[in-house]
């Protein structure tokens, strides 16, 4: 069975994080990911940074994953 904790620990072994949540219920999950790795990117490409680092954990093990990705800078205007 999938965990918010072994989607959370692909995500950081595959990018830096200044912030990151998984919560999940087994098989639906919401992670945020705030990090300088998005900066200048679109939503779309922020998405597909996070997708690479779980590889092919998306296509045969997670079935739905909703995300927030912000910047740092975005993170703090947040908070």
Request: overall charge negative; proline content about 4%.
């Amino acid at each position: 069975m999938v965990t918010p904790e072994s989607i959370q620990a692909n995500i950081e072994q595959g990018m830096p994080t200044d912030h990151l949540t998984v919560v999940g219920d087994g098989t639906h999950f919401e992670a945020i990911v705030v990090s300088e790795e998005f900066s200048g990117k679109s939503r779309v490409q922020r998405h597909q940074l996070v997708y690479q680092t779980l590889g092919d954990r998306m296509r045969e093990e997670i079935h739905a994953l909703s995300m927030k990705t912000y910047t740092p800078q975005e993170w703090q205007s947040l908070n």
